[in-house]
């Protein structure tokens, strides 16, 4: 089994910057992480999850045009760990952020909380 676990979260101010990361643990995932294409989520209050960037094994990125130029996708394999940087935030980029593989498997973690405002 995979677990998921999202950190980094908070409360910032409008233009302001966090570092999300997220450890993929589990048996399999110490030796399999490196060819997981993995993506970062967010889910904001009374919409649906959507995909904010992903990651190839091959570290090819996309990000959702709301946040191309503002977010950066990385990934660290010997710490099976995956970034996201985000700078320039906004109210809007306020949601509950996790991590998965994308395509996303069934589990997902317990997400980060992440509150843009003044």
């Known amino acids: 089994q995979v677990q998921l676990v999202e950190s980094g979260g908070g409360l910032v101010q409008p233009g302001g910057s966090l570092r999300l990361s997220c450890v993929v643990s589990?048996?399999?995932?110490?030796?399999?992480?490196?060819?997981?294409?993995m993506g970062w989520y967010r889910q904001a209050p009374g919409k649906q999850r959507e995909l904010v960037a992903t990651i190839t094994k091959g570290e090819t990125t996309t990000y959702a045009d709301s946040v191309k130029g503002r977010f950066t996708i990385s990934r660290d394999n010997a710490k099976n760990t995956v970034y996201l940087r985000m700078n320039s935030l906004k109210p809007e980029d306020t949601a509950v952020y996790y991590c998965n593989q994308d395509p996303p498997l069934k589990e997902w973690g317990q997400g980060t909380q992440v509150t843009v405002s003044s």
């Open positions: 589990g048996s399999i995932s110490r030796i399999m992480f490196r060819f997981y294409n």
